[in-house]
C-alpha cells in the first residue's frame, strides 16, 4: 500500500483540527518553510549533523527495555 493510499483511508477518522496540522512537503524548501534549519538534518537543508544512532537503537531496543515496556524481543 502507497503512502497517498494509506493517507486516504487514515485522514477521515481525523479531526478537522488534527487534518490541518498535517502537512506534506515536495520539495526541502517547503519543509524548511515550517521548521527552522537549526533543527533540520543537514541531508535536508538544515545545521544539524548527522550521527550514529545504532547505540541509542540498541538500548532502546534492548530485551529488557521492551520488557519493561510489555514487548518481546525478536532478538537475542
Avoid at 477518522?13 to 518553510?33: A, G, M, P, Y
Amino acid at each position: 500500500m502507497t503512502f497517498k493510499a494509506a493517507w486516504i483511508i487514515v485522514k477521515p477518522f481525523l479531526s478537522e483540527k488534527l487534518r490541518n496540522r498535517i502537512i506534506f512537503h515536495s520539495s526541502v524548501e517547503s519543509l524548511q518553510k515550517y521548521l527552522p534549519k537549526a533543527i533540520l538534518p543537514v541531508q535536508y537543508g538544515g545545521d544539524l549533523k548527522n550521527y550514529d544512532m545504532s547505540d541509542w537503537l540498541k538500548k532502546a531496543m534492548s530485551p529488557e527495555r521492551l520488557a519493561l515496556l510489555g514487548g518481546t524481543a525478536s532478538h537475542t
